[in-house]
């Protein structure tokens, strides 16, 4: 009886040994298909955005021509913001800044002829939100989730809020999620005609010839939560789903 001391030939035998350098060719080519069909799948991700039913393309518009001016910012204020239609608040910008000026009217206006601080402290919320809805657009809701105010003396005029972002708003709206800014408002009474002169004259009496200063009448600090409308109809459709 004879046995057979051949060696059994493996299955991975018959393929042609591969060099290092192969073998580090074929890494690098699977790692470049892994990343182009990556590359592709958030192109596709990109592209595809939700279809906006009629009402929300509607809603977009009315957002968008509630920040174009003041014209279309009262009629809009008219219907949803019958508050701010009444104090007659209006908003004002530039390239670097962002304002808004109450007007000194008598709803606005105290017993004893000064701007009333209930006045003052619910149009930071307004100012402040008109200036962030601005800046984020229609795309987006605002709601004010802290307001800080501090009076520092009667005002006696027009007021003006100009606003400062303490964050870098631009940047947070860039990257497409929700998120948290504060802003600082410098309250301040505007000079009106009849009383500058009178104004200068007191300020010149204290401080000598320099020219008159807006008084600063308040400072205040909000906080506004920031959510994309599109996060909005993602959870109402979960909600949809899970019933």
């Not at 051949?6 to 018959?14: F, H, L, Q, R």
């Not at 042609?16 to 470049?32: F, K």
């Not at 501090?150 to 964050?167: N, Q």
């Not at 497409?176 to 802003?183: D, R």
Request: charged fraction near 25%; proline fraction near 5%.
């Amino acid at each position: 009886m004879s046995t057979d001391t051949t060696t059994p030939i493996s299955e991975s035998s018959d393929q042609t040994p591969q060099t290092p350098a192969q073998t580090e060719a074929v890494s690098l080519s699977n790692d470049a298909d892994a990343r182009t069909d990556t590359g592709n799948d958030q192109k596709t991700e990109k592209i595809k955005k939700p279809k906006l039913t009629l009402i929300e393309r509607a809603e977009a518009f009315v957002s968008n021509l509630s920040t174009r001016n003041n014209f279309w910012n009262r009629v809009c204020s008219m219907i949803w913001l019958p508050y701010a239609f009444r104090s007659g608040i209006t908003m004002q910008s530039d390239a670097s800044t962002y304002r808004a000026t109450l007007p000194f009217r008598r709803f606005n206006k105290n017993w004893y002829n000064a701007m009333a601080g209930a006045a003052l402290l619910g149009n930071s919320e307004i100012a402040g939100g008109n200036y962030v809805f601005a800046v984020c657009g229609g795309d987006y809701t605002v709601v004010c989730k802290h307001l800080e105010y501090k009076f520092l003396r009667p005002c006696h005029g027009p007021a003006e809020y100009r606003m400062t972002p303490l964050d870098d708003i631009n940047a947070l709206v860039a990257t497409g999620e929700e998120f948290n800014i504060a802003v600082r408002m410098d309250i301040v009474q505007v000079l009106v005609p009849m009383s500058e002169k009178k104004f200068k004259d007191e300020v010149e009496q204290q401080e000598g010839n320099k020219p008159a200063k807006p008084k600063r009448v308040g400072r205040c600090t909000a906080t506004f939560h920031v959510t994309p409308k599109a996060h909005h109809k993602a959870k109402k459709l979960r909600g949809s789903d899970s019933k």
